[in-house]
């Protein structure tokens, strides 16, 4: 088995995709102590939405989590739930905050998960230019057999 260690350029991707998320947990309380930035909607439904938004993109990412490591060990992995997208773990970045954002009922939470969006993109093209060098003409066939990053259909 290989133990696998990310590049040092990829860690601070992940510093970088990660702070958004960070950010919304930090300051979307803010909305509900001070009533400051909130939705213009029912606080009960925008919670409600919220949560079951939460509860899905901590499914997506769990579903990323065990499958991923259960599975890899070196080897491109192309099987579970990277048949539908090529990056769920990003995915699931983006669904559990703006699922918090919507908990929280804060428009400053939803900016900075809008804002995430290109953070992801930008990680997203950039990882992938490290897994072409690493698995080459495997990746290249794989990217064409799932060509959606992060969303079916869409990107």
């Known amino acids: 088995m290989l133990k696998y260690r990310p590049p040092k350029e990829l860690r601070a991707l992940f510093i970088v995709h990660y702070a958004p998320l960070l950010?919304?947990?930090?300051?979307?309380?803010l909305t509900a102590i001070f009533g400051v930035w909130e939705i213009p909607a029912n606080k009960l439904v925008t919670i409600i939405t919220g949560m079951v938004v939460f509860l899905l993109g901590t499914f997506v990412?769990?579903?990323w989590e065990i499958f991923w490591h259960k599975t890899y060990k070196g080897q491109l992995v192309t099987g579970g739930i990277f048949q539908y997208i090529r990056h769920p773990h990003y995915t699931s970045l983006l669904i559990v905050g703006f699922g918090l954002a919507f908990f929280f009922y804060s428009l400053f939470a939803i900016a900075i998960a809008v804002i995430a969006i290109p953070i992801m993109?930008?990680?997203?093209?950039d990882e992938e230019k490290l897994l072409a060098k690493q698995y080459g003409e495997d990746y290249k066939k794989f990217m064409e057999k799932v060509p959606w990053r992060i969303i079916p259909k869409i990107f």
């Open 23 to 29: 950010l919304i947990i930090m300051i979307g309380p």
């Open 121 to 125: 993109i930008w990680s997203i093209l």
């Open 61 to 63: 990412y769990f579903k």
